[in-house]
């Protein structure tokens, strides 16, 4: 053998055993990375079915929300038979889950709302034409709710490197305070229709309720004294937009005593709503009843195009000048100095404020043979912003 043969062996020997060991490190390095798949694997497995079996065990525990005949929660059979037979046994001592029902209250001789009639309240109230479902709505706990509102600007101005700063002005800091009044409902029904096994006795007392407390509500919003219950927009002194100030609800004249002027009656609804600031204008809304929204729908504008649009989908507001209608009945007519239509934005301008427990007193004795139920809640509302909400004035100036 040569020395260059001996040389060239000897070069491709560690070659081979470096090649070796790669491939057996390859190879259980592929075998380890297996194992670790399959561990992991098997502990998704086994974590899934802890998942399941946990779900399963929950669902099982929880009681279904369904209005089916089989639907036992306590509460609900409780209220029930408090509301049918005065049977207040199964209300003692009871927890109960919803907000609306956490307590009973025995000794003020009444008790909470079951949950789901409260719920059903609460969304036919939203859902009537009452300021409620374009103003602001909050749920307090104590007797009055407080909103601060900074109406006022902060001042500013130009200075120069080497200038003093001279001080500005401070914004000032507005509390409102609405404080909450008791809305009551008392509808009646024969003890014969409450023994009838088949009469849907929380249906009937929601539906009672909600038509009651909505009638009072949307009254109030609008034209209530803040005497014993909540004030209303229009109850606020209101003068002439160039002379409007805070505490006071300012107003765009029509030119004509009662009436829109003759001339160019679309006029003062355009300054109606100009007369809004431009930050409120987006969400703002027109609020008048149907007497005058059938007046203001008969207008058009110097091309002939009507003012007024019906809303495209159903269930969508109709439409003034693009803003949304609001037709709420308890506005006032067309008249001498009646303020007829609102401009504004309710979500600032208006704040209702209420308690969410809903409480009913069972009184057999009152009205014999029929039993009275005594419903109650407690609901406050104001202004909250006077520059949010202007308003139309039938008068010459």
């Known amino acids: 053998m040569t020395e260059t043969e001996t040389k060239s062996g000897g070069s491709q020997a560690p070659a081979v055993e470096v090649k070796q060991a790669l491939n057996s490190f390859l190879s259980d390095f592929r075998e380890f990375q297996a194992d670790v798949k399959s561990r992991l694997q098997q502990q998704e497995e086994r974590l899934t079915m802890l998942d399941r079996k946990s779900q399963l065990n929950g669902a099982a525990r929880r009681p279904a929300l369904s209005h089916s005949a089989d639907f036992d929660a306590p509460h609900k059979k409780a209220f029930a038979a408090y509301l049918r037979n005065g049977d207040d046994d199964g209300l003692r001592g009871l927890e109960l889950e919803g907000k609306a029902l956490g307590t009973s209250v025995a000794a003020e001789g009444g008790y909470l709302v079951d949950p789901e009639t409260s719920e059903a309240i609460k969304t036919v109230l939203k859902s009537t034409a009452s300021i409620r479902s374009i103003a602001q709505v909050v749920t307090v706990e104590s007797t009055s709710y407080d909103v601060l509102v900074d109406h006022t600007d902060i001042g500013s101005g130009w200075s120069t490197e080497t200038a003093n700063q001279v001080e500005t002005d401070t914004p000032q800091i507005e509390r409102v305070s609405i404080p909450l009044h008791e809305l009551s409902a008392m509808p009646k029904a024969s003890q014969r229709l409450l023994d009838d096994s088949a009469f849907d006795i929380e249906g009937w007392l929601a539906e009672r309720i909600a038509d009651k407390f909505a009638r009072a509500e949307a009254a109030a919003f609008i034209a209530g004294d803040g005497v014993d219950k909540p004030k209303g927009f229009l109850s606020h002194p209101h003068v002439a937009e160039s002379a409007w100030a805070w505490g006071r609800l300012g107003y765009v004249a029509t030119g004509m005593e009662g009436d829109f002027d003759a001339v160019s009656p679309s006029d003062a609804i355009l300054d109606l709503v100009y007369s809004l600031g431009a930050e409120y204008r987006a969400g703002a ?10 007046a203001v729908r008969k207008m058009k504008d110097a091309d002939g195009r009507f003012l007024w649009s ?81 308003l139309l004035k039938f008068s010459a100036s």
């Open 285 to 294: 809304s027109f609020v008048m009843n149907s007497r005058t929204a059938g």
């Open 310 to 390: 019906d809303g495209l989908a159903a269930g969508e507001p109709a439409r003034l000048l693009g803003y949304p209608v609001l037709i709420a009945e308890d506005m006032p007519d067309i008249a001498p100095d009646a303020t007829a239509i609102a401009f504004g934005n309710f979500q600032a301008g208006y704040t209702v404020a209420e308690r969410p427990d809903l409480r009913v007193l069972r009184d057999p004795f009152s009205a014999k043979p029929h039993v009275l139920f005594y419903a109650t809640k407690r609901v406050g509302g104001d202004v909250s912003d006077f520059a949010a909400i202007k």
